[in-house]
């Protein structure tokens, strides 16, 4: 599967974003996704992942609460919505897909990987 992420922007603190990763490809439908992100000079870290269905959620503690993944198979994209940012929110968001085993956060365990998208929050 291949993907584009799109949506990212500056906003400021306590502001919204949505995020969107458009997929091509027959096996998107079956495919659990993730968001990851990647601040300067820091590791990529795991922001959340749904399964192929759409029925579970997994979130990274910083996020719980006010982010929130959804997946529409129909129009093969998962999304990102985002609420009250904060400055630390501030990286390159990826969206990433997987098979296999639902549940991982390491970002070796996902195949596909979209290019990325600048997400900045301002104070």
């Known amino acids: 599967v291949q993907l584009q992420a799109s949506g990212g922007g500056l906003v400021q603190a306590g502001g919204s974003l949505r995020l969107s990763c458009a997929a091509s490809?027959?096996?998107?439908?079956?495919?659990?996704m993730g968001w990851f992100r990647q601040a300067p000079g820091k590791e990529r870290e795991f922001v959340a992942t749904i399964t192929w269905s759409g029925e579970s959620t997994y979130y990274a503690d910083s996020v719980k609460g006010r982010f929130t993944i959804s997946k529409e198979n129909a129009k093969n994209t998962v999304y990102l919505q985002m609420n009250k940012l904060k400055p630390e929110d501030t990286a390159v968001y990826y969206c990433?897909?997987?098979?296999?085993?639902?549940?991982?956060?390491?970002?070796?365990?996902?195949?596909?990987w979209g290019q990325g998208t600048l997400v900045t929050v301002s104070s």
């Open positions: 990433a897909a997987q098979q296999g085993a639902w549940g991982t956060r390491q970002p070796v365990d996902f195949t596909s």
């Open positions: 490809g027959r096996t998107f439908g079956y495919s659990h």
